[in-house]
């Protein structure tokens, strides 16, 4: 599928070959003056008259892409993430990129999709996704943000890392082990400060409690970390 083009890079464009061919017809036309007044014998004619040809061709071309400035049509889009506007050439029918935040902007059927807002369980750094994110790294620390989908294939707002302010206290409940066994043990080892035969017995014992008392924050850190080798975890409230 094609680019479309940025309607201020288009005219740019148009400008930039318009200056370029519009000087260089007047240096032709310069030469040919001269040539007129100086060379009229010989080959000097033959010079003169090609000067003049090279000098209109060049002012008629330059002047041509001028005039093409105004034939640029334009569609402006608003940016989701900084709220600039962004005007193409075109309807957009694929994805492209904000000329401020230079972040990339999800399109379906010529339509600027919403974003949605996520913290990273690692940093707390909030970052966007679209239903388009297939996956979603942090910028500030380039940690993997899970995006989970339902069964319709849409990508779902990942339950513990979506923005909340939450003063209640925590436990958190390891439920599945999952296929990553050795990395999550080490995992555990260090973050409840364990031995291995220790986490391999709770293990054994699912669902067990790993922390109780921690806040939202925490809870959502650690499940990050879980997540990521694939341990199935919960963050229950302390009634």
């Given amino acids: 599928m094609p680019r479309v083009e940025r309607t ?6 148009h400008w930039e070959n318009a200056l370029v061919y519009g000087v260089g017809g007047v240096l ?7 040539l007129l007044y ?10 003169t008259w090609l000067m003049l040809v090279f000098g209109l061709a060049c002012l008629g071309y330059g002047t041509r892409r001028a ?4 034939k640029v049509t334009s569609v402006a889009y608003t940016c989701p993430y900084c709220e600039s506007i962004v005007e193409l050439t075109e309807v957009a029918q694929s994805d492209f990129s904000c000329s401020e935040c230079a972040r990339v902007i999800p399109v379906e059927d010529g339509e600027v999709m919403p974003v949605h807002l996520v913290r990273c369980g690692y940093c707390h750094e909030l970052n966007f996704y679209s239903d388009k994110t297939e996956f979603l790294v942090c910028e500030n620390c380039s940690h993997e943000i899970p995006i989970s989908s339902d069964s319709h294939g849409h990508k779902s707002v990942p339950k ?9 206290l925590y436990e958190l409940v390891l439920v599945e082990s999952g296929t990553k066994t050795e990395d999550l043990i080490a995992c555990l080892q260090r973050m409840l400060a364990l031995n291995r035969s220790q986490v391999k017995q709770m293990l054994d014992q699912l669902p067990v409690t790993l922390l109780t008392g921690i806040s939202r924050r925490k809870a959502d850190m650690l499940l990050a970390q879980l997540t990521i080798h694939e341990g199935g975890a919960e ?3 302390l009634v």
Avoid: K, M, N, W
């Fill in 8 to 13: 201020q890079d288009v005219i740019e464009i």
């Fill in 28 to 34: 032709f036309l310069g030469l040919f003056g001269f």
């Fill in 235 to 237: 963050a229950r409230p």
């Fill in 38 to 47: 100086y060379g009229t014998e010989g080959s000097f004619i033959a010079l």
């Fill in 67 to 70: 005039i093409e400035v105004r």
């Fill in 160 to 168: 513990f890392y979506a923005v909340v302010e939450d003063d209640a």
